[in-house]
């Protein structure tokens, strides 16, 4: 990447790391990516010491939501190496909620490279123990100062990294929601951006204070259909076929994992198939012995 500068931290904290008690998302690495929009292209790329960011109190993304992010992560192979797992789908997928929010797509060549840039200068602090790794979250946000509901015509790109533990450390208690949606037809529910996450939280919350874990996520019109839950795409093992819920809606997220098992699950000789599920059609199945097995 050309007119990519770099500021070195004057010393690593990873030394004051337990990489054995890793509490997810509260642990942040010695650098971060930074690269700004003017209104026509981006500009002024860097990495820098990680540090409080200065906002104005008029900045939009606080009064209008114009927040986009990815997820991904880094780990290490059996003999210590680096890996990153298809780094160019989060890239994809970046952009196409960065159009569905108005904003401006990053180019993914741009994407890439930082991520690459960013990971190697922090590789320390990829844990090397089994079920562990690092995330790597990547979000833009509108940076204008204006209060007034239009899209913002300036934006700041940026990529962090965070140690982590496994997310779930053992299986998890899915609540089917009755009542309340994630997302709709027509929605944002296929953008990863802040506001979907917004509006699952207090759902989420209600959840866990009935034993669950996480939100199991039907339809908006007939809450009948399977969609996702909170934090995962979900596929149901039916006698020798594998079934997760299609993408026309609109409603869930295009998972990089999600599209890589059913990948997986082809060569294994599984019958994939993308369609309309219904809950109903689980028990059924569940009552009948043919529920193999239910994962996310």
């Known amino acids: 990447m050309k007119d990519l500068t770099i500021h070195h931290a004057k010393e690593s904290r990873v030394a004051n790391v337990d990489f054995h008690n ?17 209104g026509k292209q981006w500009v002024n790329p860097r990495i820098s010491p990680v540090e409080k960011m200065s906002i104005h109190p008029m900045n939009m993304a606080l009064h209008y939501g114009q927040s986009i992010f990815e997820g991904m992560k880094a780990s290490r192979s059996k003999d210590g190496s680096r890996l990153l797992f298809r780094p160019e789908l989060p890239a994809k997928r970046m952009n196409a909620s960065a159009v569905r929010m108005c ?52 934006y700041k790109f940026m990529i962090i990294c965070l140690p982590v533990g496994p997310y779930y450390p053992k299986p998890i208690k899915l609540l089917v929601e009755p009542h309340y949606i994630r997302a709709a037809q027509g929605g944002v529910g296929e953008a990863k951006t802040a506001g979907n ?36 795409n979900v596929f149901f093992i039916i006698g020798n076929k594998a079934i997760t819920p299609g993408l026309e809606s609109g409603a869930i997220l295009e998972g990089v994992t999600r599209d890589s098992t059913i990948v997986l699950l082809r060569e294994m000789g599984y019958e994939v198939e993308e369609r309309d599920l219904s809950i109903d059609e689980i028990i059924t199945a569940y009552k009948a012995g043919n529920v193999r097995e239910i994962f996310g």
């Open 22 to 38: 890793l509490p997810f998302g509260k642990i942040i690495s010695d650098h971060m990516f930074e690269i700004d929009y003017d």
């Open 103 to 154: 904003m401006p797509e990053i180019p993914e060549d741009i994407f890439v490279e930082a991520i690459h840039a960013i990971v190697g200068i922090d590789q320390e602090w990829i844990p090397k123990i089994e079920g562990s790794a690092m995330y790597i979250r990547p979000l833009m946000f509108a940076t204008d100062e204006m209060v007034g509901v239009k899209a913002s015509d300036t």
């Open 197 to 232: 996450y917004a509006a699952a939280l207090y759902p989420s919350k209600l959840a866990r204070e009935q034993g669950y874990d996480q939100v199991l996520w039907m339809d908006a019109f007939e809450h009948k259909y399977v969609q996702e839950c909170g934090t995962m």
